[in-house]
């Protein structure tokens, strides 16, 4: 079974996106990015939207019914690799041992100019009845 992942407000809905799919005890998040709920960049630079992208993350885990620390592998794309130590800063802030398998990789550009950090991941869905 296959069950979209929406969160409110959802800014992929235009894009025919998906915030999420949850499938057989998965969550795979698309990535988020430092945009506030009005669809604009946080102002602040590369950790203000790396804080934003990862609170992004957050929510979209909690949609699908999982958390930060569910996470088992995570995408981290960004415009500029010398903010690598700004990485491993938010990696610090928002996960805990054990810590997520990872990928951090410069790319030429995301979907706005504007946008510096984007993260994908996904995670294991707790089993409500604790099984």
Do not use: H
């Given at each position: 079974?296959?069950?979209?992942?929406?969160?409110h407000p959802d800014p992929y809905e235009p894009?025919?996106?998906?915030?999420?799919?949850?499938?057989?005890g998965w969550l795979f998040?698309?990535?988020?990015?430092?945009?506030?709920?009005?669809?604009?960049m946080v102002p602040g630079g590369f950790l203000a939207q790396g804080r934003q992208a990862f609170a992004n993350l957050r929510r979209a885990l909690k949609a699908g019914g999982a958390s930060l620390k569910d996470v088992v592998k995570v995408t981290i794309f960004v415009t500029d690799m010398g903010h690598f130590d700004d990485v491993v800063t938010l990696r610090r802030e928002f996960f805990s041992a054990p810590y997520p398998a990872d990928t951090i990789a410069e790319i030429r550009a995301l979907y706005t100019p504007e946008a510096m950090i984007e993260i994908e991941a996904i995670a294991v869905v707790p089993d409500p009845g604790g099984r």
């Open positions: 079974m296959i069950e979209r992942v929406v969160t894009f025919l996106l998906s915030q999420g799919i949850k499938s057989n998040i698309s990535g988020q990015a430092g945009a506030g709920d009005n669809g604009k």
